[in-house]
């Protein structure tokens, strides 16, 4: 169960991720890509990381 969550956790990270790079590239809204960017990657990794020690 707890990689099923996990899993999910990674796809929904992956879809702020690239919403993230699109703003980059297409908008050229860099502050604000950078931020989408740094609350996904840490939002997700550090959940995951924490689900698997406490197990």
């Given at each position: 169960m707890i990689y099923v969550?996990?899993?999910f956790m990674l796809m929904a990270g992956y879809y702020?991720?690239?919403y993230g790079i699109s703003l980059?590239?297409?908008?050229?809204?860099?502050?604000?890509s950078v931020?989408?960017?740094l609350?996904?990657?840490?939002g997700t990794l550090i959940p995951i990381a924490?689900?698997?020690m406490r197990r």
């Open positions: 969550l996990a899993l702020s991720l690239t980059w590239r297409d908008d050229r809204k860099r502050l604000g931020g989408v960017i609350i996904s990657v840490l924490f689900m698997f």
